[in-house]
């Protein structure tokens, strides 16, 4: 599979060009080459797309949920079949390690078309018993056009969890892919219309802020599904007001991860590390918060120094790489200056946070993985929102003190739980105000189970059928078989 050199817009079943004539360059975060220009799309051509995606709802909400779900199918078929080469393209405009993206992020993605395409046909109301002479039923109706508006760190896959749900469901999508990784959106609209998807019904529009806020605007879009950080998450709701639209939030977060005292101590060390480092520590439901017991914290502290400074960060493209590269020079610049905050603020920076410079990626935003001990709950680090490889650890004695301590945050997006006390993890999870949680792992996301936030950290959820309420409205029916009743 090639590489286009210009990325256009996809509309109504084929690439078309913006008609706002603008465009902007998509570059490889770990090499800095240019990979492509790609068309931006401007008002007009949102106009352009909202009215092929609502020729294709009509088509396509009047297709049966069976053929439906047929087309979905072949769709993750060929995503699988494309394994690598969609693989390469991630990595490629993420910089983030090849020996993650064919599980983590195709696979991912083809798990969601062939689960929602499975419950495309299963899409149904209920029936409600009024005695005699009467009932009523109600019917999941497709809410019309769907936008999703998708993050730079799991581009493809982001696409596919709104794409799919929102399909199976029988809406038309636009999808705008963020501009810093824009290629495997359209690589995705092909795919669907190989697999047999009529024109109009997936489209992509590229560009920056400025052409997501044209579509959350749009009165004729009838929803949007954003995922990306609170700050921007907040513009689109407050766009999305103006028509009432149905909104699905994906947030960020700063998640605590709870390590009790009785925890298999490996085991937790790896989680710590999955839910720190893995795609350079770029990934929403991070555990950058890590409540260590008191009694184990130095035994956990030296295990996972020592691992994590095994770890290999280099040239992502190297199947042997463990840490890619971050998004870009700016993010680099703004994980680099958490780094030196938290050493203001008075943490110990135990290991990584300097610089990285990789053979053959001079270019790239590389950073070894930060460990920052002595951490308190009022710093900065333990507080906001870092999205790189920084994770905060912290003591805790008692378990009431730790809760209390994990919940005190406006984000909701996860927490996870160490222990192999199954009472006190079960008792825990249940005080934890997040939407996701584990115990004894973090940050798996298999597609059957809901994932999103509590509090600022999202609204609705993704994956399992309850994604599918998110994406139909429902109508009921009153049925009369008697007489009308009338009082004049
Ligand atoms: P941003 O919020 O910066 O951007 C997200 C998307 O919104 C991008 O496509 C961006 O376009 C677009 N956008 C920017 N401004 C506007 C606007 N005014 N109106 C409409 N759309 C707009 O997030 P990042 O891409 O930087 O991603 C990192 C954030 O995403 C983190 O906070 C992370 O926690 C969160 N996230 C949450 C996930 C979840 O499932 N809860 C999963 C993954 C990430 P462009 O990029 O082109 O500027």
New binding site residues.
């Given amino acids: 599979m090639s590489r286009p050199k210009r990325l256009h817009l996809y509309i109504d079943g084929k690439a078309q060009k913006a008609i706002s004539g603008k465009s902007f360059a998509n570059f490889n975060p770990a090499t800095g080459a240019k990979l492509s220009e790609v068309d931006q799309a401007g008002r007009r051509d949102v106009e352009k797309t909202v009215q092929a995606a609502r020729r294709g709802f009509q088509e396509w909400s009047a297709v049966t949920g069976i053929e439906r779900g047929r087309i979905l199918k072949k769709a993750a078929d060929i995503l699988r079949e494309r394994r690598m080469d969609l693989a390469e393209i991630e990595v490629k405009d993420t910089g983030k390690p090849i020996a993650e993206a064919p599980e983590a992020d195709i696979d991912s993605g083809a798990d969601a078309f062939e689960f929602f395409g499975g419950l495309a046909a299963d899409i149904k109301g209920t029936h409600h018993d009024l005695g005699e002479d009467a009932f009523a039923y109600t019917r999941r109706e497709p809410l019309g056009i769907c936008a999703g508006?998708?993050?730079?760190?799991?581009p493809l896959q982001?696409a596919c969890w709104k794409t799919a749900p929102a399909l199976a469901a029988g809406n038309s999508m636009i999808f705008?892919?963020?501009?810093?990784t824009p290629t495997n959106a359209g690589k995705l609209a092909e795919i669907l219309t190989e697999a047999g998807l009529p024109k109009g019904v997936f489209n992509v529009l590229h560009?920056?802020?400025?052409?997501?806020?044209y579509?959350?605007i749009h009165p004729d879009i009838d929803k949007v599904s954003?995922?990306?950080?609170?700050?921007?998450?907040r513009?689109?709701l407050a766009?999305a007001a103006g028509s009432v639209k149905h909104v699905t939030m994906?947030?960020?977060?700063k998640s605590p991860l709870i390590v009790f005292d009785d925890s298999q101590i490996n085991n937790a060390v790896s989680a710590a590390m999955n839910a720190n480092f893995y795609t350079q520590g770029?990934?929403?439901?991070n555990g950058t918060r890590v409540y260590v017991h008191e009694d184990i914290h130095d035994a956990f502290v030296s295990i996972l120094k020592s691992r994590t400074e095994a770890m290999v960060i280099g040239d992502p493209m190297d199947p042997a790489t463990h840490v890619g590269s971050l998004i870009n020079a700016d993010h680099f610049e703004k994980v680099m200056e958490y780094v030196r905050l938290g050493i203001e603020e008075g943490a110990h920076l135990v290991s990584g946070g300097e610089k990285v410079s990789v053979t053959g990626c001079e270019k790239g935003s590389f950073i070894s993985p930060a460990i920052f001990t002595s951490c308190q709950d009022d710093m900065r680090i333990c507080r906001e929102?870092i999205?790189g490889p920084v994770m905060s650890i912290m003591s805790f004695r008692d378990e009431d003190e730790v809760i209390a301590r994990a919940n005190d945050t406006e984000f909701g997006?996860a927490a996870g739980v160490f222990t192999q006390d199954l009472s006190r993890a079960h008792r825990v999870v249940a005080k934890l105000r997040a939407g996701t949680c584990w115990i004894n792992n973090y940050n798996l996301t298999p597609v059957g189970v809901p994932?999103?936030?509590y509090k600022q950290?999202?609204i609705g959820r993704?994956n399992a059928a309850v994604a599918l309420d998110h994406f139909t409205q429902l109508k009921s029916v009153y049925v009369e078989l008697g007489d009308v009743e009338c009082g004049y």
Avoid: M, R
């Fill in positions: 508006i998708g993050a730079w760190n799991y982001i705008k892919p963020s501009e810093q560009g920056s802020g400025e052409t997501g806020h579509i959350a954003f995922t990306g950080s609170v700050p921007t998450g513009k689109v766009d994906e947030l960020g977060g770029e990934i929403c439901s929102e999205y997006l994932f999103g936030g950290s999202g993704e």
